[in-house]
């Protein structure tokens, strides 16, 4: 029966014990540092998670009124925000701030609130917001460029050149924004005809030679004889895309005949054989390719004043607001409209 069991004084026992708490302390410590790891991954994703996701309007009411930020700490957030196309927490921002009675920044946190509804679209709180500053402040030539902006896109032309005035006496430059105006408020007006509003854009245009595009775009679609009798050669390239899209019927052969660049532009299309090159390379290739191969001309928009690309033509800069500053950049592509009028031709 002894041989079964191991006396306390028996040196075996003692191994035995010695090697049991090394097990045991082993466990321990690879468990213990299993715990720890998920602990502290836990803790970080925990953290992390804080900055994923953006802090609700209670947060940031206690976070702002309690002054853990500057008020231009808070400003710069904001405008972080509108940056990233996050409107509403830049709006949360803002409010929360003008909500603090001791702002230093209140004007300029009123205008930045302003600017931020125009850019999300709140065309009527923006209107609001600038009277505001207006209202205190006449003075305040970005303020009225701003409610001219949101007159102008709520297509109240009559009151975005009522704003001018003062802008005038202030001696900004309103020629183009004037121009601009009462052409769009011609554009717009549905009592007037077709034949009268033509006049009146002439009339316009020729005040200033400014908005090419826009004026030929209208004469060009509804009466292409008044557009050719009153076609600038030297702003031929401005207007290139409508001048490419016009009907082979609405084509003037004697103007184009005695313009270089209309009988590199019409050679390229294929009306004419007036000319065998061209100085731009787009013309050159088409010229040269003789309408043996589908390709044609595309068309993006530059603005010269912040070189942003757009692929209409616009009057208004949508990012700078600068009007005018439209540049046409051609470029070469497969003409689908072939395409499909060959395949539909090949079935009759
Ligand atoms: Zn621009």
Same mark, same amino acid.
Request: no cysteine; net charge negative.
């Given at each position: 029966m002894n041989t079964f069991f191991l006396e306390y004084r028996d040196p075996l026992f003692g191994i035995i014990i010695f090697f049991v708490i090394i097990f045991v302390i082993t466990f321990f410590s690879y468990w213990w540092g299993r715990y720890k790891s998920k602990e502290d991954h836990r803790h970080l994703s925990k953290f992390l998670r804080q900055f994923r996701s953006l802090p609700s309007q209670e947060e940031l009411q206690v976070m702002i009124s309690g002054g853990e930020l500057s008020e231009k700490s808070w400003i710069i957030l904001a405008q972080s925000y509108t940056r990233n196309g996050d409107f509403e927490k830049a709006i949360e921002i803002y409010n929360e701030l003008l909500k603090l009675?001791? +702002?230093?920044?209140h004007k300029e946190t009123l205008f930045l609130l302003g600017r931020t509804y125009f850019k999300a679209g709140f065309l009527e709180r923006a209107k609001q917001v600038f009277l505001e500053i207006l209202k205190n402040n006449p003075r305040t030539p970005q303020a009225l460029h701003y409610l001219l902006l949101v007159y102008e896109y709520m297509r109240d032309y009559k009151s975005a050149l009522e704003v001018l005035e003062p802008l005038d006496e202030m001696k900004k430059d309103i020629e183009s924004d004037a121009a601009y105006l009462k052409s769009l408020a011609l554009l717009n007006d549905?009592?007037?005809?077709d034949d009268i509003k033509a006049q009146k854009l002439l009339e316009i245009y020729r005040? +200033?030679?400014?908005?090419t595009h826009l004026v030929f775009e209208y004469l060009f679609r509804v009466d292409p004889k008044l557009a050719w009798s009153n076609f600038d050669s030297s702003k031929g390239e401005l207007i290139t895309d409508i001048l490419w899209h016009l009907d082979t019927e609405s084509l003037d052969l004697d103007i184009i005949t005695n313009n270089g660049f209309l009988r590199e532009l019409y050679s390229a299309r294929g009306?004419?054989?007036?000319?065998?090159?061209?100085?731009m390379f787009e013309l050159d290739i088409l010229i040269n390719l003789k309408q043996k191969s589908n390709v044609t001309l595309n068309f993006e928009y530059v603005c010269d004043s912040c070189k942003q690309t757009f692929p209409f033509a616009f009057n208004r800069c949508s990012s700078c607001h600068t009007i005018d500053s439209s540049r046409i950049e051609l470029g070469l592509t497969k003409d689908y409209y072939r395409d499909c009028s060959e395949e539909y031709n090949s079935f009759q």
């Open positions: 009675g001791n +702002s230093i920044n549905l009592k007037m005809s005040e +200033s030679y400014q908005l009306d004419v054989s007036l000319a065998n090159q061209s100085f």
